[in-house]
């Protein structure tokens, strides 16, 4: 806290990624942000490290599908950027709309490439969902 205000650290690199998450998806921003709660579902995959490359470690079989990435950058540090990405793009004002999150974290199938996979839905009052 500096003089009564909470301040955050941005490095960097985070900037650079929500920049470049901006520039990409801004061609399929719709031509209004959306004003109204939104939910956001994302699968962040990951280039896989040299170690996941080979077909086993230590005789035990390495999957050539998807794999959860439980590795730095951390799932919740993706998908902040994501959205911060997302709201410089235009898909919406602010990313406190963001009502509904759900994400997943992978390192990508053996050869493949990284991606993030993306669904964006605005919410309507009458999609509340409460847990019971």
């Known amino acids: 806290m500096r003089?009564?205000?909470v301040v955050t650290y941005q490095d960097s690199t985070t900037k650079a990624y929500e920049r470049a998450i901006a520039v990409y998806v801004r061609q399929y921003a719709p031509k209004r942000p959306i004003s109204g709660p939104?939910?956001?579902r994302a699968c962040f995959v990951h280039s896989r490290p040299k170690r996941l490359m080979q077909k086993t470690i230590k005789g035990e079989p390495v999957p050539p599908g998807l794999m959860y990435k439980q590795t730095a950058p951390d799932l919740d540090?993706?998908?902040k950027a994501?959205?911060?990405g997302l709201q410089n793009a235009?898909?919406?004002n602010n990313d406190a709309q963001v009502c509904a999150i759900?994400?997943?974290d992978y390192y990508a199938e053996r050869d493949a490439e990284?991606?993030?996979v993306?669904?964006?839905s605005e919410l309507g009052p009458g999609a509340v969902q409460q847990l019971t």
């Open 102 to 104: 759900c994400a997943f």
């Open 77 to 79: 540090n993706c998908f």
């Open 82 to 84: 994501l959205a911060d």
């Open 114 to 116: 990284a991606r993030i």
């Open 3 to 5: 003089g009564g205000r």
């Open 38 to 40: 939104v939910s956001i």
């Open 118 to 120: 993306v669904a964006i």
């Open 90 to 92: 235009g898909f919406f």
